[in-house]
């Protein structure tokens, strides 16, 4: 998509901490991480948000997710614990309109997140 932002580091015409790449999914390092692990994963495919998924989404996103294991898995929170999160639209502190789950381990997590 023109203009987004996580579409052009997908495409890597802008720089980052890329941490996995491949034919459908990118992952990379947050700029403001908040937290020891902070990794972005995004679909290659430009998706708004979680609520804009389609059912031909479905094999993609279900294969983020394992990603977000695995990332998880080398960056070793895995067996500490860590928190997989999408933010939807404004209340939910979406910034960034394209869909990307959210990595968080390293640190104790509250709960309900603010
Ligand atoms: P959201 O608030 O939409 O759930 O998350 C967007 C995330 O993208 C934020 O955590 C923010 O720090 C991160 N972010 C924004 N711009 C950039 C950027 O240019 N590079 C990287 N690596 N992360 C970014
Ligand atoms: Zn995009």
Redesign the pocket.
Known sequence: MNDC?FCK?AAKE?P??AVYEDEHVFA?????PQAPCHV?VIPKKHITHLADAQPEDQAVLGHLMLICANIARMDGVEASGYRVAL?TNRQA????YHL?A?VLGGREMGWPPG
């Open positions: 932002l580091i802008i980052s901490d990379f390092r947050d700029i403001n972005l933010n502190g979406q910034s960034v990307h959210h």
